[in-house]
């Protein structure tokens, strides 16, 4: 990658120098290198963060997780990764970002902590809630899992793979297609599935809020641990009082 193609600034900060490099690459995706070296020195390589996620295929993202995922899991992340395209379309959202998250989002699904350790993966600050909200660990820990088989994808997709379990207390348009997709994505086998669906082309916080409600109400009937990151959700966006699926 030559340096000549990059567009430079570099502002001096004592003996160090702060610089800052950007550029486009040739599909049009918008990089940025923050870097702190020594002035004189330049590495380009190094400290980068990328904006947005690099192009890598959604056949090479799927060939990934050919080995991670059953062949049910992985056409049920399939169907999400259409519906959250098809939101984020309707939304104005990156309908590119919207489809790589439901392709990943449940790439740690069938993994536990000691089978991350063996690939290598260290996540141990999830562990925690590996024992006591087993079902929302895999969320928590996808993003980990992500940036290990795709280190170029960027965090974009962070948020949305790690709160499309749970919700969480503030969630972008990103986070809240996905958390929405997952959950209403053609062969969920949920009630009120067609009318939460609707609600998500119309009122996207709302069909959030009715999701987190749904949730709830679902593992209070089964009298199962409900994880902090949800009531953090209920309490932002939910319940309004006609969300489908929710009694007080
Ligand atoms: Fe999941
Ligand atoms: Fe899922």
């Not at 040739?26 to 070296?37: D, I, R, S, V």
Request: with cysteine; hydrophobic share 40%.
């Amino acid at each position: 990658m030559s340096l000549a193609r990059f567009e430079r600034t570099a502002c001096g900060l004592g003996n160090r120098r702060s610089i800052l490099l950007s550029y486009r690459d040739p599909l049009g995706l918008y990089h940025k290198y923050p870097n702190t070296a020594p002035a004189g020195t330049l590495s380009a390589a190094v400290c980068f963060t990328i904006l947005r996620p690099m192009a890598v295929s959604h056949d090479a993202l799927i060939n990934q997780l050919v080995p991670l995922l059953s062949a049910k899991r992985l056409a049920h992340s399939l169907r999400v990764a259409a519906t959250a395209k098809q939101l984020a379309r309707h939304y104005g959202s990156d309908e590119d970002c919207a489809s790589q998250a439901g392709i990943l989002h449940d790439i740690a699904k069938h993994q536990t902590p000691n089978t991350l350790r063996e690939m290598g993966i260290v996540c141990t600050e999830w562990d925690s809630c590996w024992e006591h909200f087993p079902s929302v660990w895999h969320a928590l820990v996808g993003p980990v899992v992500v940036r290990h088989f795709f280190p170029d994808l960027g965090d974009t997709l962070t948020n949305p793979i790690r709160y499309h379990t749970t919700g969480y207390k503030t969630m972008d348009t990103l986070t809240m297609i996905l958390f929405v997709a997952d959950f209403i994505e053609p062969e969920r086998p949920i009630p009120h599935r067609a009318v939460i669906e609707e609600q998500a082309y119309t009122q996207l916080h709302q069909a959030v809020g009715t999701i987190a409600a749904h949730t709830v109400a679902t593992l209070q009937a089964d009298n199962r641990p409900i994880h902090p990151y949800t009531h953090a959700c209920m309490a932002t966006y939910g319940p309004p009082e006609t969300a489908v699926g929710w009694t007080p």
